[in-house]
């Protein structure tokens, strides 16, 4: 059964930072990209950050380059997503997804498994 797990949400104060892990198991077909998005309430789900197994490619939404960086651990399955200098604006659901893909995309209809979400809230 496959599986994507989010971990690492909460409640953080602006400036602050937070690294999120996305644990994935049971594929049994080769996924090439591992994305993570977002999503505010009454807004539509963001593609925030993206890392290709194949050659460690990324792509970073125009909205948290500089801030956030994207890294994997193949050997325990795991991608993570360092965010630094939140603001108040990143507060969202954040999710992880895995799919088959030749370069990374910020689009949700690209992805074929979904985690659960992880809450992130910044505020004071």
Same mark, same amino acid.
């Given at each position: 059964q496959v599986q994507l797990v989010e971990s690492g949400g909460g409640l953080v104060q602006p400036g602050g930072s937070l690294t999120l892990s996305c %644990? %994935?198991?049971g594929f +049994?077909? #080769?996924y090439s990209a591992i994305g993570w998005f977002r999503q505010a309430p009454g807004k539509e789900r963001e593609g925030v950050s993206c890392i290709m197994s194949s050659d460690g490619s990324t792509y970073y939404a125009g909205s948290v380059e500089g801030r956030f960086t994207i890294s994997r651990d193949n050997a325990k399955n795991t991608v993570?997503?360092?965010m630094n200098s939140l603001k108040p604006? #990143? +507060?969202a659901a954040y999710y992880? %997804? %895995?799919g088959i893909a030749t370069m990374c995309t910020p689009l949700p209809e690209e992805y074929d498994y979904w985690g659960q979400g992880t809450q992130v809230t910044v505020s004071s």
């Open positions: %644990a %994935a198991s +049994t077909t #080769d993570y997503l360092q604006e #990143d +507060t992880c %997804a %895995a």
